[in-house]
């Protein structure tokens, strides 16, 4: 007869009980620390900021935002409107007026030229993006994975090196206005131009709609072709009828980021155009160095008010992005270069002179800074590699050295990947999920897009780095290499979200019910099933964040002012500061090779495919 068996101790029950209690709420509880640190790393800086907005010397007041919308140097024509937008008739008049005139130009502003320019450069963007998805997601050709992961590069390339490699390529003696001699056109005036300035922003974001759109493509499920297709279609029609409208949603989200990158567009403008064709974000840095933080921070509102209105629409698009937990079945690649004779097809020779294109944009600038960082006045030299050496070996404490830069740059990146990555994939999966608390977190780790780097780092500088009095006498302090962390991982959260939901939304929610239905936890299902499953998207979202981190700028040239703690990107600045050029375009070199390894050696780490950023 068996014995009865003893009741379990009571510690024991209590450590279950526990034990369960903690798994339930594991998601939960990430959650709200995931909030804590948005909130202690971007919105109580951004606040300060835009605080002095509204509450300039301590009394709340409209003025400051209400001089920049009725100043005709902020915002053009549409000053008058905005002074007086009762005056309805009198503004029906003046619309007709312009209108019976011909449709002048009308006077856009400051703010209004921003738009132009960002509208513009998203134009260029597209354009050039969409041909560069096309070729990798419907050719076969040896080095297409490399160069898919190469596609986001120039995204995170520091603007300042970007600069520096348009002015080598398209200045009056650079290697375009000799290749344009060679065909005997030329030469051309392109800096401090609209123009330049257009093709530096589709050197930074035609990669990155190129890389949405193979993604999209590269998801689309050929079944659903087949089946148009055994039903008379056309392959054009095809095209119109079902993949076309599976690409919409990535172009139009290509395009809505685009907008938003280059409408706060800041180093590049700054460096290829200068005051003459200054942006809202180059003023906002104007005002700041004249210590008019007032003027800066309405400046700034009236920004970021712009940049969340146009987010909300990138957001509606990228819902479609989730995925619905089914697997396609791709489409297939046809061979680039199938024979010698198909060389000579239209397709192929248009695939070839878009190539010549986009190796003229964008390894052009990147391979000239390289040349320039190998040449001197008589020739081939390696004098501006030798100076950083003799700089890193003799330099005083108070000068720029090369090691502590790349030391700090990857410190930096890994802290940021280990601070950004867990918080990022928390927020991903609650966004999958579709709660009331997912999507609100959703949103407000998006923000951070709409937000400057200038503003953050001010926002931190102003906040946690001069201290937070507190009763008692105490003081909330973050300095040094905490404070750029910070500023780096509010930099990076959206982009590991945006890479890790759409991976957690593809994974079939029936292996995730099997699992539960055998007994596993929540938590359990996510770690075994969910998680292993997204690894592409994961993988992709620390390759963003350890990448973005080695080359921000904006917000770690305020941030590492006066300390030890300078990037490479801002030795690069501060070699050009000294009016340097070589040892700019040599640390420039050190930078792009740290960049493009770490950013391929994790992608490629993450093999397999997945919906990207």
Do not use: C, K
């Amino acid at each position: 007869m068996p014995s009865p068996r003893a009741d379990p101790p009571a510690w024991i029950t209590t450590s279950q009980h526990l034990s369960r209690w903690v798994i339930r709420r594991i998601l939960p509880l990430s959650a709200v620390a995931a909030g804590a640190v948005l909130l202690v790393v971007f919105y109580f800086p951004t606040g300060i900021v835009f605080l002095e907005a509204v509450v300039p010397d301590g009394t709340p007041s409209l003025g400051p935002l209400r001089s920049v919308l009725t100043d005709p140097f902020y915002v053009g024509v549409l000053a008058d409107l905005f002074a007086r937008p009762t005056a309805v008739g009198e503004h029906l008049s003046s619309l007709a007026g312009w209108i019976a005139a011909g449709f002048p130009r009308p006077s856009l502003g400051l703010i209004g030229f921003t738009a132009y320019q960002a509208v513009l450069s998203t134009i260029a963007s597209v354009a050039i993006g969409l041909p560069g998805a096309y070729i990798l997601s419907r050719y076969e050709f040896r080095g297409r994975r490399l160069l898919r992961s190469l596609t986001i590069l120039p995204f995170v390339l520091p603007g300042i090196m970007v600069a520096i490699g348009f002015f080598a390529m398209f200045s009056r003696d650079g290697p375009f206005n000799q290749l344009l001699g060679l065909v005997g056109l030329g030469p051309v005036e392109l800096l401090f131009t609209l123009e330049v300035i257009v093709l530096a922003h589709a050197f930074y974001n035609a990669p990155l709609v190129a890389r949405l759109v193979t993604a999209a493509w590269e998801s689309v499920d050929a079944r659903t072709v087949e089946t148009a297709r055994s039903l008379g279609a056309s392959p054009p029609r095809a095209f119109l009828d079902v993949i076309a409208p599976q690409l919409a949603p990535a172009v139009l989200a290509g395009a809505v980021l685009t907008f938003v990158f280059t409408f706060r567009t800041f180093p590049i403008v700054l460096a290829l155009g200068g005051l003459e064709m200054a942006t809202i974000e180059v003023w906002i840095f104007s005002r700041i160095r004249q210590l008019d933080l007032t003027a800066a921070a309405a400046l700034a509102v009236v920004e970021t008010i712009i940049s969340i209105g146009v987010l909300l629409l990138y957001l509606r698009f990228e819902a479609s992005r989730y995925g619905t937990g089914s697997a396609p079945t791709p489409l297939d690649r046809r061979p680039l270069l199938p024979s010698l004779r198909a060389m000579l097809r239209p397709s192929r020779l248009a695939i070839g002179a878009y190539s010549v294109f986009v190796l003229v944009l964008f390894v052009g600038p990147m391979a000239s800074m390289v040349v320039e960082s190998l040449t001197g006045p008589n020739g081939f030299t390696t004098s501006h590699y030798a100076f950083l050496l003799d700089r890193q070996v003799g330099g005083q404490a108070f000068q720029i050295r090369p090691w502590p830069a790349v030391r700090n740059s990857l410190l930096f990146a890994g802290a940021t990947l280990a601070l950004a990555l867990p918080t990022g994939i928390v927020i991903a999966v609650r966004r999958v999920r579709g709660d009331r608390g997912g999507i609100l977190l959703d949103a407000l780790a998006t923000a951070p897009l709409a937000v400057s780097g200038i503003v953050l780092g001010i926002g931190l500088l102003r906040g946690l780095v001069f201290g937070i009095p507190l009763p008692g006498g105490f003081r909330i302090q973050v300095t040094g290499a905490l404070a750029i962390i910070a500023a780096h991982a509010a930099a990076t959260y959206p982009f590991v979200v945006r890479n890790v939901a759409p991976a957690v939304g593809r994974v079939d929610r029936s292996l995730v019910e099997s699992a539960r239905a055998l007994g596993a936890s929540r938590v359990r299902a996510m770690v075994d099933i969910e998680l292993p499953l997204a690894t592409a998207g994961i993988v992709a979202g620390a390759a963003f964040a350890f990448a973005i981190s080695i080359g921000e700028f904006n917000s770690t040239v305020i941030l590492a002012e006066g300390g030890d703690y300078y990037t490479m990107p801002v030795a690069v600045e501060r070699y050009l500061g000294d009016r340097t050029l070589g040892p700019a375009t040599a640390m420039g070199t050190i930078l792009l090779a740290v960049t493009s390894a770490s950013f391929v050696i994790i992608d490629r780490v993450g093999s397999g495919r997945g919906d990207r950023l």
